[in-house]
């Protein structure tokens, strides 16, 4: 027999592992261990299984040639052995042994290791308000609670739920109720925004939008402080600053942490944002190796640590974790958090940094905003996806590119180009000269991620001057705290003329057309803020402004495409 | 007034230079000259206007925003003089000027000029065959020819059409004569294979059955002789070596060239592939640029010269002219020929080197061929995607990617994140860990494309044999031929039982989870070909049969979901 490998954990990072660890040295004796008696099952499918779109837990346990992946099938197809129930209590490093009690019986034993690899995952974060261990209350860290939340919809009592966190699992959970089961659901989120740190807020507040049109409640900058039980001692009110939410069951979705206690016991290097690992996945002891949701990721972009819980980086660590214990010197560059969300009819997306995180993180960023289609105008389902790159105005670097579009896969193929080209420090000039495939089915000649691009090499020329979407929904909000403003709106007189009469002295039109033969018309008094659908236009009559020396505009970038999507109510209906 | 800035062509580049160079030089006097009535046209949308998806031709000439790009749009709102109907006749590059004829007046004049764009684009090339200039005849070069077969079309009186040429735009033209007006429509292709040279033959084969089932007649290996005319001369009959056609109308869509002939007389260096430029599109006169289907372009994987007449790439290199007209000094890397295609209910798409092209150019090239799902196998509606990625063997690096699923994005997703990759010369390790964004209803944890990436991984370190597919079908077609083969499907029996039924003795069976317990039974005097779905289990159990000292295998890359989809009459019924 060869080596003797052990690894901790049987999700998602152990069992890749195992299975390339094992194709790699035939010869190698492989043993995982988990505590849990389910393991190597697809977590980012759990919503997707409540929501009833995939009937059976064991769906969710199976390969994609139908057999269910467990214990025996690891021995019989993999020749690797799976330890269920098994919990790991210690690493004896000096002894090389995992010492490990079995949960059915209680006895303890210990493993012998000549690797071992930590995949530990994470555990969800349980907000310390009171209530939060009540009955009733879920967190989605395991099958077991998935099975468990399904059981309690089936039986038809539950009428309300509310989601505490407004991240990526707590969102879809609210679309399973809310879509499937026809719950009335809510979200409390403690942030101002839906997905804090993924997102930039204009995008989250289209997806917010969309959320509660299709009937789910959202208060954002609201956390849960305390939940309230009923005579059964069962959970039945969250409570937050601003309101009482009555409820049939709460969801704690309130992020992960890495779960490194096993290796800080160990004395094994352990940051905040989980196990310290070099890039080939070691741990500070070079016997014993680290993957998937528990260690600490470096960030493709901006260099700082993180956390990065993704099921698909943890098949990527697996795979690199047993290429080094077999000798291979595969090396992980670190992540970027690559992203993507169903919400009922839509979809959102994400690579790299936001703007708000590029600038905490140092970069003198900015960011183009854009409404371009997915595929040809002329072509029957094209849609408009507001899409946004973010960029530094000194290196001309792309550093993130945010997406949402309707519920196909457009918005995918941005944010994975863009994902591809932002991991070999793309620049401006790489993005706008990337060769999308082309025809009028799939996209536009010069593509929605090219268009982008162009957008930010105008602005990072200076050619373009923007308005912050923020600061342009404050003016709006209150067009008297701004008197030396106006709308100058470019579009044709006839989807003008509800705003004239809606916002009156405030909004100006003249059509895209005329600026040349009538700019003369236009006020030199006032800051004038170019609106049209989508920016293009509005770029296109600045520059041609700026030539007559009337220079005090700013663009709305994405225009009506992305405002009406953050506040529909505010504008005059079609 | 600024510089006097003359384009030459209409259609895409031009315009798109004229546009770009306005805005950066608002001074600028720009002037377009078309000997074409219609310009500015969405060239690529002809198939889709003809078969009746895009209502009217004005579709294709109008902006995103419901204006129609005539040449009152371009003096109103872009600022640009565009001269429509006027022909060029010579490049007086001493005089500085252009000679042009009005088609309506038949007056000559000249155009004087501070710096000149050349963007004649391409023209149909016409098979030199007898009948090929008769009346029913039609190349699909410009919108007249479009609005003509459309005319004919809403006859009635269209019942066969014949489409000469395989490529994009002949098939894309026989999808809107079948799927939209039902007319039975037949393609001869004189090459063995539909999409010569941008697809490898088994992708090819897959997209062929396809457009069979949807009821289009397809004879590859069989070129058009003679177009006969019936008694009114009007083409009525396509002739080949193998059989005639009766047909009402025929589509020419053999190809296009450079129409490079100006550039050509005005004494600039010209190749076969068209105008010759540097990285700055500026040709052999500095003062004279060039951009779209008439330049030659570098292809960035090869590095070999080609013609790549795609409206993508046009738009791209209009941008660059524009920018070198205002002093900001953008190059242009080259191409390498991004393509996607709707085919009824699927897309086929490819980017970079096809097999037989890389080893064409010299590389050591191989090719993993693989059927991931396009997104978690438990969501509803996941489908199979054969996918290739060819590479170098000796440097890892991926030289092209090719694709064929269901008709949606998911295609395009992969081809546009590969584009991305090849052109930063992305390794097979930077496509294994490329972070694709990944939720079950987009992909899977390890994307379809990381996935062909480990497959070409473990085909480079000679982990994993494959036979090549047409090997295989030749074996097939002759099971007595190779009498040292047999075929080891390992799938699960229920899947294996009609095989070895219909196979015979060259078939044999052994479950995937069975190997590990039953190796011995096999035979070791013949090689063994092994089989299962997509070519993942079959990978381990070559692993697992080498490690036991059973090293006679070969793995069938992509399995059954590529080889059914090549010869679906060949296997037993599901």
Redesign the interface.
Known sequence: MGEKIVIVGGV?AGPKTACRAK??M??AEITVVDQDSLISY?G??IP?YVSG??ADED??R??????TRNED?FL????IQVRTLTRCLAIDRKAKCLEVEDLKSGTKDTIPYDKLVIATGSQPFVLPIPGAELEGVYTISDLHKAIAIKQQLATGKIGRAVVIGGG?IGL?MAEAFTDLWGVETSVVEFMPQLLPRIIDPWFSTMLQRHMEAMGVHIHTGEGASEIIADDNGRACKVVTPHRTLETDIVIMATGVRPRSQLAHDAGLLVSPFGIVVNNRLQTSDPNIYAAGDCIEVTH?VSGQKFTAP???????EG?IVADNLAG?P?T??G????????AFER?I???GLSLESARAAGFDADAAITAP?DR?????NEAKIPLQMVFDRRSRRVLGVQGFGP????V??????????I??N?TI??F????????????T???A??SAA?VADNMQ?N?QRNLAIPDFLAWMNDLSGRPDWLALDI??PAETKAFKEKFGAAWLELA???V??NHQDLPRDKTLIII???GT?S??TQ??L??VGLTNTLVLGGGFNVITRMEPSWWPAK
């Not at 199976?62 to 057999?67: C, L, Q």
């Not at 019989?76 to 020749?79: Q, T, V, Y």
């Not at 519920?407 to 457009?410: G, I, K, P, S």
């Open positions: 998602a194709r790699l035939p010869d697809g980012c499918g997707y779109d995939v769906e969710l199976k390969t994609s040639f139908h057999m099938f019989r197809a993999k020749g990526a879809e493709m993704l099921g698909s980086l943890a098949n990527r795979r291979i595969s992980y560059p992540a970027m958090g690559s992203f993507i969300m169903k979809s997306g994400a690579t289609s040809a105008h002329f072509f029957p519920m196909n896969d457009a995918l193929t941005r944010i994975d180009a863009a994902a591809a080209l991991a070999k793309g000039d790489d706008s000269l990337c060769e999308m495939a082309y025809a009028p089915p799939f996209a000649a010069l593509d991620l090219n162009n020329m050619r579009r044709h895209y057309d005329q040349r033969a049209c659908d989508a236009r770029y296109e520059v041609f700026d030539s």
